[in-house]
Nanobody, 115 residues
């Protein structure tokens, strides 16, 4: 199982970024996919999730209305569109898969929002 995130970078307050996570080595279309983030000195926290078919999404309160999670099962990809970014969104963002009773994480992509 491999998860590779991309799309992070430096953006100004109020800007947008789109993160992607490409999965391989398992049946992507059967896995609920989630995004988490971890800021320096903080614990990793949940950001958003999407069901295997993409029919249901869920968000942490602090990103509701600003972030959108989506997936393309034909391309084994889950994405996170992030709008109206704030300095407090600065963190390393990780995607996570759940497959055959195990969790798998990507290596993360850094998002930095300047004020």
């Amino acid at each position: 199982v491999q998860l590779v995130e991309s799309g992070g970078g430096l953006v100004q307050f109020g800007g947008s970024l789109r993160l992607s996570c490409v999965a391989s080595g398992f049946t992507f279309s059967t896995s609920v996919m989630k995004w988490y983030r971890q800021a320096p000195g903080e614990e990793r926290e949940y950001v958003a999730s999407i069901t295997s078919a993409g029919t249901t999404t869920n968000y942490a309160d602090f990103v509701k209305g600003r972030f959108t999670i989506s997936r393309n099962n034909a391309k084994n990809t889950v994405s996170l569109q992030m709008n109206s970014l704030k300095p407090e969104d600065t963190a390393v963002y990780y995607c996570r898969a759940y497959y055959l009773f195990r969790f798998y994480w990507g290596q993360g992509t850094q998002v930095t929002v300047s004020s």
